[in-house]
């Protein structure tokens, strides 16, 4: 699959803040002090905010410009425990065992293979680290990322309804990102290794939404879908031992 490279959150927004509760909820798993990577760090909007809970943090990205933005937002914000670095997108640029905690926030479903990226994110995790993060959920209702279909440059296919609910051949094809089921990208966490499995299911807070009160009725009106509708699907484990 032809993956493209995805478009970073914004600060400020509420999802980056919605990931850092549920990944710190975990935080009993860790040491008092430690390291964490941000795997796909894009901007830094989700990075910065794991600063104060760790001694060190690193965000790697494969985009330059992004890190240069990230670096640009840290130093503003005095944030001198967090650094970035541009990496290939095949081989972290550390050794094995350098990190006690990684996240990755949907960053995995645009790598160019999802398994070796999740082998890579394995080795450096300190035995028995903490990976959470979240990829795009195959039954929201819409499908954020889009198709590379004729006429992608007149019709929003990220924008149309259920298109998510292909079949995964034409996700091949055609699909800009992977996408997956809850049980599924449980399936490749267990098949790289990683134990003690919890997943739940992120509800879309409609960020985009410039309309105060219309974000408060799209919120409202999705709280009431079932949960396996979410826009995302979150996981923490524990790296192999």
């Known amino acids: 699959m032809p993956v493209q490279l995805g478009k970073p959150t ?3 927004f509420t999802l980056p803040v919605i990931r850092h509760g549920l990944t710190r909820a975990r935080y009993p798993r860790l040491p008092a002090a430690g390291r964490l990577l941000d795997f796909g760090c894009g901007n830094g909007a989700n990075t ?3 600063a104060p809970d760790f001694a060190a943090v690193v965000g790697v990205d494969v985009e330059a410009e992004r890190v240069a933005e990230a670096r640009a937002s840290a130093a503003s914000r005095g944030a001198s425990n967090v650094e970035y670095s541009v990496y290939d997108g095949e081989r972290l640029p ?3 065992s350098s990190f006690d905690c990684v ?3 949907e960053v995995i479903e645009h790598t160019r293979d999802d398994r070796a990226a999740l082998a890579e994110i394995a080795r450096v995790l300190k035995p028995g680290g903490l990976f959470c993060g979240s990829v795009p959920n195959k039954y929201y209702l819409m499908e954020t990322h889009g198709f590379n279909l004729p006429l992608a440059d007149r019709i929003p296919y990220s924008r149309v309804p259920l298109m998510n ?9 055609y699909g800009n990102a992977n996408i997956y089921t809850r049980r599924q990208f449980s399936a490749m966490l267990t098949e790289a290794g990683f134990s003690k499995l919890e997943t739940s299911y992120i509800a879309p807070p409609f960020d985009k939404v410039n309309d105060p009160t219309l974000q408060k009725l799209l919120r409202g009106a999705y709280s009431r879908l079932p949960d396996f509708m979410g826009v995302s ?3 923490a484990a524990e790296a192999p031992v």
């Open 103 to 105: 996240v990755s926030f």
């Open 48 to 50: 910065i905010l794991f």
């Open 10 to 12: 914004s600060y400020g």
């Open 94 to 96: 550390f050794p094995d």
């Open 233 to 235: 699907i979150f996981f």
């Open 165 to 173: 609910l292909l079949p995964h051949w034409f996700y091949e094809r």
